[in-house]
């Protein structure tokens, strides 16, 4: 699948330094450090914030997390898919807005599995979810479902040279 790129981008630093450029947020994805911190946000029923750390997964242009059926984030996105990504990773802050929605479509769960063990965590697919021996606390038990989140807006701050500060729109 091609990657996506922005419909639009608004430089919002105000330092003179140029925007961003969306590659390097594409390729610093691309190459993962283990230092790499990702944040999903949802939102409770009643209104209220709700953030947990996740292991997200970045491939073909879109962010994939696991979490537990039972599990406030899971139940959380049941009612409602808007949420958000904010990651810290090298040398780019990153808030990304956008949609969660399971996946359950075997050849997709299989691919992302096969990205997952590449990765180190052995994920393997039974029925719509993946099973393993192990997964962060905050996932909850197995079986894990699969959410695939894609976005229509990023906003990102460099941490390191060149720096700046820019708001990307992609089509939806």
């Keep these: 699948m091609p990657q996506r790129e922005p419909a639009e981008a608004t430089n919002l630093d105000r330092y003179g330094n140029p925007a961003l450029l969306w590659s390097r947020v ?14 999903l946000g949802t939102t409770r029923p009643d209104g209220q914030p709700h953030a947990a750390g996740v292991g997200a997964l970045w491939s ?18 049941a009612a409602n898919p808007a949420c958000t990504i904010s990651a810290a990773v090298q040398g780019i802050d990153l808030v990304l807005e956008g949609e969660a929605t399971r996946v359950t479509d075997g050849p997709a769960l299989e691919h992302v599995a096969a990205l997952y063990r590449a990765s180190g965590w052995p994920a393997e697919v039974e029925g719509d979810a993946f099973t393993a021996p192990y997964s962060a606390p ?14 229509h807006t990023a906003f990102g ?16």
């Design 26 to 39: 594409r390729d610093t994805l691309a190459a993962p450090s283990p230092s790499d911190r990702f944040f």
């Design 60 to 77: 073909d242009g879109d962010f994939y997390v696991v979490s537990g059926p039972d599990t406030l984030k899971s139940r959380n996105l």
């Design 138 to 151: 905050s996932a909850g038990p197995p079986p894990w479902y699969l959410y695939r989140f894609t976005f």
């Design 157 to 172: 701050v460099a941490t390191e040279e060149p720096h700046g500060g820019t708001r990307w729109r992609f089509d939806r």
